[in-house]
């Protein structure tokens, strides 16, 4: 396979950081120990806030009053969005019931994991989109009971538009608490919530690795690293759309790569002049992580044909993927690594993070070969159940035992051979595979 690289990445977002993980752990533990006053140490320790954990009524009643009429409803048609996307997909899962043998019956049931904690960052800015893939597609699975913490502004609080996305999508409790703290609170079952079953939503790596430490006991979305984004362009892709969207999402953070997967070298040069200008309008912070992730982490790849862009795309597994190029469906078709596809010009990434009702919580650095997204299904635990008549047992009970033998599991064995023996006394089993009888 011919890849020629015009760009080649200067780094890596494959980092790890080993005091990152000791730090996270050493306040995992003295919150466990310690409990709620060790996470309200720790809130006016990082957060700078010593106000009230548990939002209460009035307080979301009073962030409600304070949004401007045109922003809840921006908030309300992305909550009714991402709804329906979440209601169709469970719409695919059901309870199911086969004979598999006569007169044995077995199932699958579909449960509603009870407790789910959903992290919303905050801080400078309101991650209202979080809010909205994390609770509502909470919600729509049937959890019981969801939290949400979010970082709380110092002497002031959760910002009014979290709470108010939080409430509209059916958070049960909202908790002002960030970073490993909040986590921890969800995931010990402080300050009055259940101990949470599942744990998701995106983070800094304080929050990432708090997810990963306490993997196993609880389940998580997923591993998060950088958020990433691959674009696949033809010739006849506009250059100045793909640069827009490429700067889109390198603009998340210094180290959020962006990849340019073409077989036109003309586009390719094109694309290349016009990111850094496209970066230079952006607001300082903005521009900032879109100067560095562009500089350090991104790539320009020509291919030969659409077969090596798409072959190099599935190598990537890129958390987002669009494609700018003729013949979308052969792309569909053909595609297998990625966490979420944008297929033309008329929709992109941005599209998804915000308002179009596909989950933006998706796999990074490249375990989209192996996973999706946050979907409904991970909030549901799919479970099995059995059933049978006496006489359906038979075969089964006979097999097992001569497998279990085979194994050499003797006392899986005999609770064969205790049920054969009640119920068709009289009757010889060769249950060893020699001429043992029950």
């Not at 995992?28 to 009230?52: Q, V």
């Not at 009971?145 to 538009?161: E, F, K, L, Y």
């Not at 790849?301 to 993927?321: F, K, N, Q, V």
């Not at 946050?374 to 097992?400: D, P, Y």
């Amino acid at each position: 396979m011919s890849r020629t690289y015009l760009k080649k990445a200067a780094k890596t977002s494959a980092t790890d950081s080993g005091s990152v993980r000791d730090t996270v752990q050493a306040i995992l533990d003295e919150i466990e120990a310690g409990g709620e006053e060790a996470a309200r140490r720790y809130a006016e320790k990082f957060d700078r806030y010593a106000g009230n954990i548990i939002v209460t009524r009035d307080e979301i009643d009073q962030a409600a009053a304070q949004l401007p009429q045109k922003l809840k409803d921006d908030i309300r048609f992305a909550h009714d969005n991402v709804r329906k996307f979440a209601e169709a997909q469970k719409g695919t899962l059901s309870d199911v019931e086969v004979e598999i043998v006569p007169g044995l019956i077995a199932g699958q049931k579909t449960i509603p994991i009870e407790a789910a904690g959903c992290y919303v960052p905050g801080g400078r800015y309101s991650h209202v989109a979080s809010a909205i893939m994390t609770v509502t597609t909470a919600k729509v699975a049937g959890c019981k009971h969801i939290s949400v913490c979010s970082p709380p502004r110092p002497d002031v609080g959760v910002h009014p538009a979290i709470l108010y996305t939080a409430d509209i999508c059916g958070a049960d409790t909202i908790l002002a608490l960030g970073g490993v703290q909040g986590v921890a609170a969800m995931a010990f079952g402080l300050f009055g919530v259940p101990q949470s079953g599942i744990l998701v939503g995106p983070g800094n790596q304080f929050v990432a690795e708090a997810k990963r430490i306490l993997f196993g006991r609880v389940g998580i979305d997923m591993f998060a690293g950088p958020t990433d984004s691959l674009i696949l362009a033809d010739k006849d892709a506009d250059p100045e759309i793909v640069a827009a969207d490429l700067v889109g999402q390198a603009e998340h953070g210094y180290n959020s790569p962006v990849w340019l997967v073409t077989d036109d070298r003309a586009l390719a040069k094109t694309v290349m002049a016009l990111v850094p200008k496209h970066i230079s309008t952006l607001p300082e912070v903005n521009r900032a992580n879109a100067e560095a992730a562009w500089r350090d982490f991104a790539e320009v790849i020509l291919c030969d044909s659409r077969e090596e862009m798409a072959a190099t795309s599935d190598d990537y597994a890129p958390e987002h993927l669009t494609v700018q190029a003729a013949d979308p469906d052969w792309w569909l078709d053909r595609l297998g690594c990625y966490g979420s596809l944008f297929l033309g010009e008329e929709t992109t990434v941005a599209f998804g993070d915000k308002a179009s009702g596909t989950n933006h919580v998706l796999p990074t650095s490249g375990a989209a070969r192996y996973t999706g997204g946050l979907s409904v299904h991970k909030f549901m635990k799919i479970v099995t159940w059995q059933r049978a008549t006496r006489e359906g047992s038979k075969s089964i009970a006979e097999a097992t035992a001569r497998i279990s033998r085979l194994e050499g599991m003797e006392g899986h064995a005999r609770t064969a051979d205790i049920r054969l023996r009640k119920y068709f006394p009289g009757e010889n089993f060769d249950l060893s595979g020699t001429d043992q009888d029950v």
